[in-house]
């Protein structure tokens, strides 16, 4: 199973490719619009740097011009040479911007314009000394990136948009790995799937990046009260502390996501705890698909509700959350084992079809059991 913290990073890592590939295309709209509209002298032009600033991605304007970057005026070619493409920070703590200075520099004969200066996210600023280059002439572009809300492995770009027909988006590229001042090892506490009743601990080593004395960690608090986050000392004389985590017996059946925040003498620290308690009941299938239903027919499929347990268990009703399907239940086996019937209506509207059944029962840990469905009603239109 994977963490929400884990979810939430890898989101960020696609998004960030994402806007990089998108960045590529904006750029060249972008700043042809821009550098185009300087040319006519329209000074509202959509992505020009004007005084330095720097687009960011989603700043496109309403209409963009996708024809490309235009020519210079003039005789002769600009031709883009840069004196380096990516920088490589290392490893740095987090908490300090990380700063560099690319230079671009025109090698052509003809003027070369600097429009749009597009970033991967709004963590990274970038802005060009000068917009139109003589041959010869040189300009910087200025690129930082806040590390106080970036952790681990970190890659930003940087897209600018220029009239050399050769080089109509160059990609710069800041890489490196990113520390915070204080970590927790591990970050996330993942308890699986355990059976209900169980009561497990975890334990997190809480440490500064750098060593201090003073370091303190002050205090751990959470959320969820299933959950019990308890400081207590480290025992191998480093500085910092150990968490105890503890998923409680009264945790109830089905998925839980917590967050345990610890506030120290530096920065505070998050980490993730999840994890999935298996009750006596469970759902076999755990979702009905009615597939590809035809137009106004009706359709029949079954579940079963089966304890595990040695309690047994009343199922006292059933019901569904869209009106196009209907449910009961009957027993096979009374307190052990019980059959689901959904039955889609006649005369449902054609469409996706999706919701869920919740059987209610007399089991204090699942006094609800959710049963989803779904299917296509009508003929399929790919």
Request: positive net charge.
């Amino acid at each position: 199973m994977i963490s929400g913290m884990a979810r939430i990073r890898g989101r960020s890592a696609w998004r960030a490719r994402w806007l990089a590939r998108i960045a590529v295309a904006a750029a060249i709209a972008i700043g042809g619009a821009g550098l185009a509209a300087a040319q006519s002298g329209d000074p509202q032009g959509g992505g020009l740097m004007q005084g330095g600033a720097a687009a960011s991605a989603g700043s496109a304007p309403a209409t963009i011009d996708l024809g490309g970057m235009p020519a210079a005026a003039g005789a002769g070619a600009p031709q883009a040479v840069l004196s380096g493409r990516s920088f490589d920070f290392g490893t740095v703590i987090g908490g300090k911007p990380v700063t560099h200075v690319f230079k671009i520099r025109n090698a052509g004969t003809g003027p070369l314009l600097i429009g749009a200066v597009i970033t991967s996210c709004g963590c990274t600023a970038a802005k060009p000394t000068k917009t139109t280059l003589a041959p010869g002439e040189s300009s910087a572009i200025a690129a930082s990136l806040d590390t106080r809300f970036e952790h681990g492995p970190t890659t930003r770009t940087i897209t600018v948009a220029t009239n050399d027909l050769k080089a109509p988006a160059i990609v710069l590229t800041l890489k490196g790995d990113i520390r915070q001042p204080v970590e927790a090892n591990p970050a996330d506490v993942a308890f699986g799937t355990v059976r209900h009743g169980t009561e497990l601990s975890r334990q997190v080593a809480i440490s500064p990046l750098v060593a201090d004395r003073d370091f303190r960690v002050l205090a751990a608090s959470n959320g969820n009260r299933d959950i019990k986050a308890v400081l207590g000392p480290r025992t191998d004389g480093k500085p910092g502390a150990i968490l105890t985590v503890t998923m409680l017996k009264t945790m109830p059946a089905g998925g839980f996501d917590d967050m345990v925040k610890v506030t120290t003498s530096r920065t505070p620290v998050d980490v993730t705890v999840f994890g999935t308690v298996q009750g006596d009941l469970a759902l076999k299938p755990v979702q009905v698909s009615f597939g590809v239903v035809g137009h106004h027919q009706s359709a029949l499929q079954y579940a079963r509700l089966v304890n595990t347990g040695t309690r047994p268990v009343k199922v006292i009703g059933v019901s569904s959350n869209n009106i196009s399907v209907a449910a009961a239940v009957e027993p096979i086996t009374p307190g052990k084992e019980y059959k689901i019937t959904l039955q889609l209506r006649p005369n449902t509207p054609d469409g996706a079809l999706r919701g869920q059944i919740a059987i209610k029962t007399d089991d204090p840990n699942q006094a609800t059991v959710n049963l989803p469905f779904y299917g296509i009603v009508g003929a399929f239109k790919g």
